[in-house]
């Protein structure tokens, strides 16, 4: 019998640990490929040193997941979203990934990640409620 608790927050260290394993060893024993992510991030600062725009993404198996793309309001319009974009792109290309994919909900930059390409693959409406989550994707030659 398993006893089962709810608690609020984070895995711990040893937590996701066995958790990390157990997937781990069960997708070994289905044939898929190891799997590995990796943290990435771009950084841009203004003269003062001040973090202005931010790109994360993680590398998982074959594409690139942009997890966060924020640029501050005063930055925005000037072009260094689609820097950090293209940045993000050209590190994919240079590691031969598949692909980039994201999420972005319907108020913030579907229209932007329309015009750098990328094609919408899936919507969850009502995420939250009144709005749409949106998955773009763009393959890479």
């Given at each position: 019998m398993i006893d089962v608790k709810f608690a609020h927050g984070e895995l711990s260290v040893a937590e996701q640990a066995v958790v990390s394993e157990g997937f781990r060893a069960h997708s070994k024993g289905q044939g898929a490929p190891d799997y590995a992510k990796e943290r990435v991030k771009w950084l841009g600062a203004d003269e003062r040193g001040e973090?202005?725009?931010?790109?994360?993404?993680?590398?998982?198996?074959?594409?690139i997941y942009i997890d966060e793309l924020w640029v501050a309001s005063a930055s925005r319009g000037t072009g260094v979203g689609a820097?950090?974009?293209?940045?993000a792109e050209e590190y994919a290309v240079d590691r031969?990934?598949?692909?980039?994919?994201?999420?972005?909900?319907?108020?913030q930059a579907v229209g932007f990640y329309r015009r750098l390409g990328f094609e919408e693959f899936t919507r969850f409406d009502d995420f939250?409620?009144?709005?749409?989550r949106v998955g773009f994707r763009k393959r890479l030659a």
């Open positions: 973090i202005r725009a931010v790109l994360t993404a993680e590398i998982v198996w074959d594409w820097q950090l974009m293209a940045l031969g990934v598949a692909g980039i994919w994201l999420w972005t909900q319907s108020w939250p409620r009144g709005h749409t």
